[in-house]
C-alpha cells in the first residue's frame, strides 16, 4: 500500500536568490480531505505546494508524499501538459467532468478563443481526471462567475484524495476545506477548522497576546520604576554615610555613621534594589518573548486590512470621457456582443458584470483602443498578465531609478506584501505583480480606471485596500469583477451582460 499521508519533516528550503531560508525546520502532517492555505501574497503558499507536489525539492529535511501527486498552477497561459488526451476521452470520468464543469471537447483547438473562466475550468476538469492521490491547486476561483464557481467547488467536492487548495475566496474554501494552513514565511500554523473560523481564530490569538502584552508592559514598568526608586535611596544613603565631607573633629557625626554601619543599615537600601534585578530581568525576558509572540501572529492574521495606499486621481475637465456609437464587437468566431450607445461620465463609476465568456474583456479591451485615440489620461489593468509579460514588467521596475523604485516597493508592502521577498524574487508571484502594477500606476496622475478582475490573486487586506481607496479615487472608474460586494461598495452605474441562445451576448445599462 502506497503512503497515505502527506508529511513535512524538518524541511528547510531557499529560492536561489534568497540568502535566508524561506522555510525553516518546517513539519507538518496532512490527512486525506481539502486543507485551505490562506495568506498573504508572496508569503509562500504556492512555495508550500510546490514542495508538497514534488515540484521543489527542500535544501534539508524530507517529504513524503503519494506516488500520483499533482501541482495546478494558478497560471492558464497554455493547456495542460497532455489535455488532447482528456478532451478526446469518454469514460465514465471524463464524461461526468466535461458535463459537470460545462467543457466543450474543442477547447483544446481554440485555447487562446476561450476566456480566462474557461480556461480554468478546463484546467481543473483535467487536473481531476489524473485521478492523483495527492492533488495541490492553485487559486482555483480566479476569473470565475459565481455559477462556474459553484460547479468547480462541486467538482472538488468529490475527490477522495489529499488535497492541498490556495484561495483567497473564503466561501468557497469554507465549502471544501475542514483544515486550515496559515502561511507567512518563514511562519506557519496548521488549525483544525474551516478557514472563516480559522482567521477568526488567528485573530483572538493575536489579541489575546496584545491583551497580555500590554499587561507585562505595566508590570516591567512598575518593576522599572521601583528599581529606580531603590537605586536612589540607596545612592542617598552612600552619600549620607560616608566621611569624606564630615570635619575631622566631628565626632558626634563619625559616631552615628559607624553605628548605621554596625546596625547594616547602610546596606539595606542596596539590597533592596538588588533584589529587584531578578524579577526586572524575568520580566523583560517575557516581554521579548510576547514581543516576538505578537509579531508572528500579526504575520498570520489576515483579518487586519493593508493601508497607506492612495489613488487619487485628476477628473478630466470634460463631461464626458468615453462614448461608443451602439454597435456590435465580435467575441469569438460567430459570436458577437450588442451594445447600445456607451457613455462615461468624467466622474461616474461603471460595474461590468455577466457570466463568463459573454465578452467582458473583449468589451474592455476595445474601449481601451478606443481611448488610445484620445487625449483621456486612463490606466488599464489587464485580467491576466502572461509569463512573458510578467517577466517584461518587472524588469522594467527593476530598471528604475532609486527613487521612483523606492516609492513603488513602499506601495506594495503597505499593500501588505513584504519588501524583503518581493525583491529577493527573480518574478513575482502573480498577486504581487498586481500589486506592482498598482503601485506604478499611483506614480502618475491619471483620469480613467479601466479594471479587469483587479482582485485576482489578491489576497484579503489588499482587496479591502484596493476597495477602499478606489471609493477615494477622484476621476472615472470601469471596473470588471464576479465580486459583487467589491462592486457594490465602489460602482453606481452597471453595464450587465448576458448570453443569448444563438450564443451572441448583450448588453443593458442599469
Not at 70 to 96: H, K, M, N, W
Not at 120 to 131: C, T
Request: glycine share 8%.
Amino acid at each position: 500500500m502506497g503512503i497515505q499521508t502527506l508529511e513535512f519533516q524538518h524541511v528547510s528550503f531557499h529560492y536561489p536568490e534568497q540568502s535566508i531560508d524561506l522555510f525553516s525546520d518546517l513539519s507538518l502532517t496532512f490527512a486525506s480531505g481539502w486543507c485551505g492555505v490562506i495568506g498573504s501574497n508572496g508569503g509562500g503558499k504556492s512555495t508550500v505546494l510546490s514542495l508538497a507536489s514534488g515540484v521543489l525539492k527542500p535544501h534539508f529535511g524530507t517529504v513524503l508524499r503519494p506516488s500520483a501527486a499533482r501541482y495546478v498552477s494558478q497560471r492558464i497561459d497554455v493547456a495542460p501538459d497532455g489535455y488532447e488526451t482528456f478532451a478526446a476521452a469518454y469514460d465514465g470520468l471524463a464524461c461526468r467532468l466535461h458535463g459537470q464543469l460545462s467543457l466543450g471537447r474543442d477547447y483544446c483547438q481554440r485555447w487562446e478563443s476561450l476566456s480566462f473562466g474557461e480556461r480554468k475550468r478546463a484546467q481543473i476538469g483535467w487536473a481531476l481526471y489524473q485521478e492523483s492521490d495527492l492533488l495541490c491547486i492553485d487559486e482555483p476561483t480566479n476569473h470565475l462567475d459565481g455559477q462556474a464557481i459553484a460547479m468547480i467547488v462541486a467538482a472538488l467536492g468529490c475527490y477522495r484524495g489529499i488535497g492541498l487548495l490556495v484561495s483567497h475566496d473564503l466561501a468557497a474554501l469554507d465549502a471544501l476545506c475542514t483544515t486550515t494552513l496559515l502561511v507567512s514565511a518563514p511562519h506557519v500554523q496548521k488549525i483544525s477548522c474551516v478557514p472563516s473560523q480559522a482567521l477568526q481564530e488567528a485573530d483572538l490569538q493575536r489579541r489575546s497576546i496584545e491583551s497580555m502584552q500590554r499587561a507585562h508592559s505595566g508590570e516591567l514598568r512598575r518593576i522599572e520604576a521601583e528599581k529606580k526608586r531603590r537605586a536612589g535611596i540607596a545612592r542617598s544613603q552612600d552619600s549620607r554615610n560616608t566621611k569624606r565631607h564630615i570635619d575631622a573633629k566631628d565626632h558626634d557625626a563619625k559616631a552615628r555613621i559607624d553605628a548605621f554601619r554596625v546596625s547594616g543599615g547602610d546596606k539595606k537600601a542596596g539590597s533592596l534594589s538588588r533584589q529587584l534585578d531578578g524579577r526586572l530581568a524575568r520580566a523583560q525576558r517575557a516581554q521579548h518573548s510576547l514581543a516576538e509572540a505578537l509579531s508572528i501572529r500579526c504575520s498570520l492574521d489576515l483579518g487586519k486590512a493593508a493601508s497607506g495606499v492612495t489613488i487619487t486621481g485628476a477628473v478630466h475637465p470634460a463631461r464626458t470621457v468615453l462614448h461608443l456609437e451602439e454597435g456590435s464587437i465580435a467575441v469569438a468566431p460567430g459570436r458577437r456582443l450588442h451594445h447600445p450607445p456607451l457613455s462615461l461620465g468624467n466622474t461616474e463609476r461603471v460595474g461590468i458584470r455577466g457570466p463568463n465568456g459573454s465578452g467582458k474583456s473583449t468589451l474592455i479591451r476595445s474601449l481601451v483602443a478606443h481611448l488610445k485615440e484620445g487625449t483621456v489620461r486612463h490606466w488599464y489593468l489587464e485580467q491576466e498578465l502572461g509569463l512573458a509579460e510578467s517577466t517584461a514588467a518587472y524588469q522594467e521596475f527593476q530598471d528604475l531609478a532609486a527613487t521612483p523604485k523606492g516609492r513603488i516597493v513602499s506601495a506594495v508592502v503597505r499593500l501588505g506584501s513584504r519588501g524583503d521577498l518581493f525583491l529577493a524574487s527573480a518574478l513575482p508571484s502573480p498577486g504581487e505583480m498586481r500589486k506592482l502594477l498598482i503601485a506604478r500606476a499611483l506614480e502618475e496622475e491619471i483620469s480613467l480606471l479601466v479594471l479587469d478582475e483587479p482582485t485576482n490573486h489578491l489576497d484579503l487586506p489588499s482587496r479591502r485596500a484596493l476597495s477602499q481607496q478606489l471609493e477615494c479615487f477622484a476621476g472615472a472608474l470601469l471596473l470588471v469583477s464576479h465580486d459583487q460586494a467589491f462592486l457594490d461598495g465602489i460602482c453606481t452605474t452597471w453595464w450587465d451582460l448576458s448570453l443569448a441562445d444563438g450564443g451572441d451576448s448583450t448588453l443593458t445599462i442599469n
